[in-house]
């Protein structure tokens, strides 16, 4: 079992920047492939960013690509969403995810088994 807490959501003004952080309890998180998810009100959750266990590869959603950026640190087992330019759409509760490897598609949120409980993010226009 792994249990997820994330971090570092705020409220921030357009153009400003936020790191999220995702802290792994229980089991060595590294062996994991990982993700950040988002759910704005009214709509459904959607992918984000997610990293290889092996850290080798990184995948964006198109709408936050060049401005977020997906890393852990293993030492700390801790995960990070670094985000920048952000936009009043960006305005979600964020989660983050593990999941055992898998070849299924790392934007299916299906396929993570464990979840954290979210931290808000607020981009004010």
């Known amino acids: 079992q792994v249990q997820l807490v994330e971090s570092g959501g705020g409220l921030v003004q357009a153009g400003g920047s936020l790191r999220l952080s995702c802290a792994a309890s229980?089991?060595?998180?590294?062996?994991?492939?990982k993700g950040w998810f988002r759910q704005a009100p009214g709509k459904e959750r959607e992918f984000v960013a997610a990293?290889?266990?092996?850290?080798?590869?990184?995948y964006y959603a198109d709408s936050v690509k060049g401005r977020f950026a997906i890393s852990r640190d293993n030492a700390k087992n801790t995960m990070y969403l670094q985000m920048s330019a952000l936009k009043p759409e960006d305005t979600a509760v964020y989660y983050c995810?593990?999941?055992?490897?898998?070849?299924?598609?790392?934007?299916?949120?299906?396929?993570?088994?464990?979840w954290g409980q979210g931290t808000q993010v607020t981009v004010s226009s």
């Open positions: 995810a593990a999941r055992s490897v898998s070849a299924v598609v790392p934007h299916n949120g299906a396929s993570y088994a464990y």
């Open positions: 229980g089991r060595s998180f590294n062996s994991y492939d």
């Open positions: 990293i290889r266990w092996s850290g080798s590869t990184t």
